[in-house]
């Protein structure tokens, strides 16, 4: 099959964003104050250009990353992987049980992620891998997918996939 010439378009809406609380642990008795962030995320996509003219729909690609976004968003971000964090459930709380701390939560407020840290390049990962599990995808010819997460201006992780 004769591969098509590649293009990369690249998303970077002004809604492609959440805020969140987290804190970063550092060891098994050291950890970032509890705080939160205004996350921005973007993304572009590496894909081949059809005989249409186009690579796919991309509004599609909008509307999926701003769902991922938006199940983020005004929530307290746990990392449930993490060796030095230990979680505990009780009438509607949760606590982040850290080194000699118990921290309470109130459990709607709380988004448990399969991480081990909180951090812009795990939920760089985390995103990416949540894209490319997308249905809307399929069929497209994606070559490559890089995807962003900014936790202020000017820092930015990113997380990258390419077909063989």
Known sequence: ??????????????????????FTIFSSVARENLHGHNFRVRCAVTA?????????DYVVLKRV?????????ERMLLPEL??????????????????????????RDVLLLPLRNITIEALAELLLARLRDRPELIGAD??????????GLGQWAYSTWESE
């Open 65 to 73: 990353l701003r769902e991922l976004c938006d199940a983020l968003d």
């Open 142 to 151: 994606v070559r490559g997918i890089e995807l962003g997460v900014s936790s």
């Open 82 to 107: 993490s060796p030095y964090l230990r979680i505990e459930r009780g009438e509607g709380m949760v606590f982040a049980c850290f080194d000699r701390e118990r921290i309470p939560f109130l459990e």
């Open 48 to 56: 081949g250009i059809g005989a249409d003219g186009m690579t796919f």
């Open 1 to 22: 099959m004769a591969k098509h010439p590649l293009t990369r378009i690249e998303i970077s809406k002004e809604y492609l964003n959440f805020s969140a609380g987290h």
